[in-house]
Structure formats: structure tokens, C-alpha cells
């Protein structure tokens, strides 16, 4: 049913969600729509879960594995609901909605409602929370759509194409929060079953010049689009649902595709270390980034920072404003990604292993000492 067993910790797809998560970042620092271009992101990310859930579908019961990441992903969101909420609140929330949309910063089965008061800091952070909504639909289907899958492979991936297709590239941001969702879940989905096609080994029987081929066409026919009918941000993809979808399967397939060791990553720890924080506080870097960066616009008016310095300095003290207050927010609110994984919480973000001879010993002393809870 399944491909050969993966080590516990993959290198290249721990390298490809630390690349996401900076581009992800960056995209939303400085708004250049070509950033998507270059690595999409998203598409990235939803397609290393899609992997991920496969495997774990495949050696746990689906309540199991359903419940373990829903438990792994909304502690850190309810922190940041319980801190953004009271703020929006004491800042004077006009026309906020009723009380059970508020439900939505406990299960977000949506994007959860936010203010424009703060300085559009509330607004801005709940912005990126469509991520969690699609995410977690996805988590919810993946063991009936893991099913169909391995019935009908082509047609399950081909299925959400052709719903977007008949959708006309619409503009799922012009809906409401639910529409909006769905329209997420449809452009995704197709990259999450790649994922599945990943971990079941579909994608290494296919030769490379076949997977290189329905690569380039799937990007080639996302970017066309895209030129053809640019965006008020120039070459956009996230306004046409359709374009985005192929675009981000042509970049999937062919990293799955790929597929390196990186074992050279183990000879440079601190690249290693770096990539290992990057991903153990993937979550709070994901919710808290938008609004540090919003936040750090608003420390840079008031430090006039705009007017004393000009061209790249400007960029460069907005850098370094936004990425300290960044790592100060993971090393204070990241400890619940620890909490949330059942390990015990830490303020480095990277772990830190014990050497051979060291864990020998304790071994040793392990079994040459007193058990706990042996019988009397």
C-alpha cells in the first residue's frame, strides 16, 4: 500500500518548510508578488502535510492521527486569540460580529473575525489565519479523501481542477469567510494529494522526463494565465484560484520529485540548527509574523524611520526591527508548540543532542539503579 518506511526526520522536506516559512515572511515584509513566483510557498507546505498525513493514516486509526494534529496546532492559536481579541476589544471594536463567530479563534473552521482598529494589527493577523481554516478542513477529509485516492489516483487529483475550472478563476476573496475557505480548500487540495502521492511512491515510478514535463505545463499554464490578466499587484497568483492551483503543482511535483538526502546539512550545524528552529516553531513564526511586521511599521513612524534614511537603509532597519521582534515573540510564546507536541517546553528553539557516551552512561545508570513503580 505504502512506499518504504522514511527516517523519522527528513531533511529535504524539514529544508523545504524552512524555506516556505521564510518566503512566507518575506512575501508578507515587503509585498512583492514574484516572491510567489519564485517559491510557492503554500502550495509547498500543504503538499509536505498532505505526505505527512498519509504516513501517519497508514499507522494510526483516523481519530487518532485527526486528533493529534488538531491538538499539535490550536493551543498556539488560542494564545494568540486570548492575547488579539481583549486588545481589539478594549480598542473599541465597531460593528464586530456576534458572539458565536468569536468561536472561530477556537476552532477555525474559517478565518476568524478581526478589527481594523490597533493599527489594522488585529486585521492583519487574522489574515493569514486562512491558512489554519484550510489546513484543518484538509486534516478532517484526508481519511476519506486518502480512500479515494488510492481508487482513483489521476481522477481525485484531477476532480478539484475541474470544479475551479467550472468556477472560471472567480475571485475567492471576494465571499465571505466560509466561501473563501472552500475556495482555499479546492486550490489545495490538489497539492495535499500529491503528498499522498509522495508517500505512497506514486511519484517515484513516474521517470523523470514525464514528471518534468507535466511540471513545466501545469506552471507554464498557471503563469500564462497570471500574464495574461495581471493583478493590481502585478504577476499575483492568489487572486485566480485555478492558475494558482497549477502553478503550485508544477513546483510540488517536481520537489517531490527530487527528493534528496541533504545529508551534507549534517555537516554544517549551525545551517542545521537554523533550519531545526525554523520548523519546531513553524506555528508561532506562521500566526505571529503579520502582526510583528505590522507592528514594527508602526515603530518605524513613530521613529520617523522612513524620512532620516533612504533606499536599502530603509529596508534594512525595517529588517531589523521586524526579525527582533520576531525572535523575541518565539522565544516568548513559543514554548506552547512544546506543550501542544507533549514535550517538555523550552525556550531554544532547536534541540540539542546528548552525546553517544553520555547517553551510554545514563543507560547504565538507568539499569543499574532502583525502577520506579517496581513492585515492593
Not at 110 to 117: C, E, R
Not at 234 to 240: E, Q, Y
Request: glycine fraction near 8%.
Amino acid at each position: 500500500m505504502t512506499s518504504a518506511k522514511a527516517p523519522a526526520r527528513d531533511r529535504y522536506f524539514d529544508t523545504l518548510r524552512a524555506l516556505a516559512i521564510v518566503r512566507v515572511v518575506a512575501y508578507h515584509a515587503f509585498h512583492y508578488a514574484v516572491l510567489a513566483l519564485l517559491f510557492p510557498s503554500m502550495g509547498v507546505m500543504f503538499a509536505l502535510a498532505g505526505s505527512l498525513m498519509a504516513k501517519s493514516l497508514d499507522r494510526a486509526a483516523a481519530p487518532t492521527v485527526i486528533r493529534g494534529r488538531v491538538r499539535r496546532l490550536l493551543p498556539a492559536l488560542w494564545v494568540m486569540g486570548g492575547i488579539l481579541v481583549p486588545l481589539m476589544l478594549l480598542a473599541g471594536w465597531g460593528h464586530r460580529p456576534a458572539w458565536p463567530d468569536f468561536l472561530l479563534w477556537v476552532l477555525p473552521l474559517a478565518t476568524p473575525p478581526a478589527s481594523h482598529g490597533l493599527g489594522d494589527v488585529g486585521a492583519e493577523g487574522a489574515g493569514v489565519l486562512w491558512y489554519l481554516a484550510t489546513y484543518l478542513w484538509l486534516v478532517l477529509l484526508s481519511p476519506l479523501l486518502l480512500r479515494l485516492y488510492r481508487r482513483q489516483r489521476l481522477l481525485t487529483v484531477a476532480l478539484p481542477l475541474i470544479v475551479l475550472a467550472a468556477l472560471h478563476n472567480r475571485h475567492i476573496a471576494d465571499g465571505n469567510s466560509a466561501v473563501q475557505t472552500a475556495g482555499y480548500v479546492l486550490t489545495f487540495l490538489p497539492c495535499w494529494l500529491l503528498g499522498f502521492a509522495h508517500r505512497d511512491g506514486d511519484l517515484r515510478k513516474l521517470r523523470p522526463v514525464v514528471v518534468a514535463g507535466v511540471a513545466t505545463g501545469c506552471a507554464a499554464l498557471g503563469l500564462g494565465w497570471v500574464v495574461e490578466h495581471p493583478g493590481p499587484s502585478g504577476l499575483d497568483m492568489v487572486p485566480f484560484p485555478l492558475a494558482h492551483a497549477l502553478y503550485s503543482m508544477g513546483f510540488v511535483l517536481a520537489l517531490l520529485r527530487l527528493n534528496p538526502s541533504l545529508a551534507w546539512l549534517g555537516r554544517m550545524p549551525l545551517l542545521q540548527k537554523v533550519v531545526s528552529a525554523l520548523n519546531n516553531r513553524a506555528v508561532t513564526i506562521y500566526l505571529w509574523h503579520n502582526v510583528v511586521i505590522t507592528v514594527a511599521i508602526i515603530v518605524g513612524d513613530r521613529l520617523d524611520l522612513w524620512n532620516v534614511h533612504q533606499g536599502a537603509l530603509i529596508y534594512l532597519g525595517f529588517t531589523c526591527i521586524a526579525v527582533s521582534m520576531l525572535v523575541v515573540t518565539v522565544l516568548g510564546l513559543g514554548w506552547v508548540e512544546d506543550l501542544a507536541a507533549r514535550r517538555p517546553p523550552r525556550l531554544r528553539p532547536w534541540q540539542v543532542r546528548t552525546p553517544k557516551h553520555a547517553a551510554a552512561r545514563l543507560a547504565d545508570a538507568v539499569e543499574s539503579g532502583p525502577r520506579i513503580g517496581a513492585a515492593a
